[in-house]
Antibody
């Protein structure tokens, strides 16, 4: 079974750094894209960016370019989403998603809730 | 960036009735369109890809149609578990983009 398991909820202060993770299992990790989707409280889905672990090709939404960094460690089948300086507006649920070369998202991770508050 | 616009924002439907949800792309995306369902407190789940192909395990009451800029998701007979928020997403261009969602609520 293809599965994505994300790291646990985080509570951080503005200005702190954070790296959340998404571990893939049940498939060839290097053969599928892994993306990240943000969902702010009570709002819709926003595509942030995506990485192909096979060659580290990474694409970002213009809305998130420069705000976050997406990376992957194929030796442990894990993708990451990283912030260097969190803001209160980064408070959201973050989902990782697996994507074939064609581009739809399936499956989804269970989500990581990030809360940024002073 | 391609803007995806869903309508209506909220759809009130009685159980057993048919629901029709629309999704419009600001420019053509061919058949590179997916639909997702999200229930409260859960991650979204893929329903449809390629505009009309049901994902594994998705019941036949869900059907998708359209191409280019106009797409439709139809739920033929709403079950209790179908009251949720539905999103469309295009994957023809970078960046991938989602619609803002349609909430299907019990009438």
């Amino acid at each position: 079974e293809v599965q994505l398991v994300q790291s646990g909820a985080e509570v951080k202060k503005p200005g702190e750094s954070l790296k959340i993770s998404c571990k893939g299992s049940g498939y060839s990790f290097t053969s599928y894209w892994i993306g990240w989707v943000r969902q702010m409280p009570g709002k819709g889905l926003e595509w942030m960016g995506i990485i192909y672990p096979g060659d580290s090709d990474t694409r970002y939404s213009p809305s998130f370019q420069g705000q976050v960094t997406i990376s992957a460690d194929k030796s442990i089948s894990t993708a990451y989403l990283q912030w260097t300086s969190l803001k209160a507006s980064d408070t959201a649920m973050y989902y990782c998603v697996s994507s074939s070369g064609s581009g739809w998202f399936d499956p989804w991770g269970q989500g990581t809730l990030v809360t940024v508050s002073s | 960036e391609i803007v995806m616009t869903q309508s209506p924002a909220t759809l009130s439907v009685s159980p057993g009735q048919r629901a029709t949800l629309s999704c419009r792309a600001s420019q053509g995306v061919g058949s590179s369109l997916a639909w997702y369902k999200q229930k409260p407190g859960q991650a979204p789940r893929l329903l449809i890809y390629g505009a009309s192909t049901r994902a594994t395990g998705i019941p036949a009451r869900f059907s998708g149609s359209g191409s280019g800029t106009e797409f439709t998701l139809t739920i033929s007979s709403l079950q209790s578990e179908d009251f949720a928020v539905f999103y469309c997403q295009q994957y023809n261009n970078w960046p991938r983009t989602f619609g803002q969602g349609t909430k299907v609520e019990i009438k």
